[in-house]
């Protein structure tokens, strides 16, 4: 069993920047594949960034070049950091983990409770 607890949204105006974290208990970041989604109101839930066991990552094509996915492994700990923010990325975002990497696709086991980013124009 993997617990998750995710940190940091808040609000920004449009150009800022946030980095949401996420803390794992249960199981250790070196061995699972961990991921970032987001889900705005009215809209599904959508893949933003994953990182497999090995460190390779993937990213949604609206971030790419403004989010980067890491995690610390001695700490337990995923982060997303979010740069040039738009009001288009406004949504809850969500920690994902599972032994399976499923890239964007969130058919991962485990999830948090969700962090909000809010980004006004």
């Known amino acids: 069993q993997v617990q998750l607890m995710e940190s940091g949204g808040g609000s920004v105006p449009a150009g800022g920047s946030l980095t949401l974290s996420c803390a794992a208990s249960g199981h250790t970041y070196s061995s699972i594949c961990i991921a970032w989604f987001r889900q705005a109101p009215g809209k599904e839930r959508e893949g933003v960034a994953a990182?497999?066991?090995?460190?390779?990552?993937s990213y949604a094509e609206s971030v790419k070049g403004r989010f980067t996915i890491s995690k610390d492994n001695a700490k337990n700990t995923l982060y997303l950091q979010m740069n040039s923010l738009n009001p288009e990325d406004t949504a809850m975002y969500y920690c994902a983990a599972d032994q399976v990497y499923w890239v964007l696709v969130p058919r991962y086991n485990y999830w948090g409770q969700g962090t909000q980013v809010t980004v006004s124009s």
């Open positions: 990182i497999d066991s090995d460190g390779s990552t």
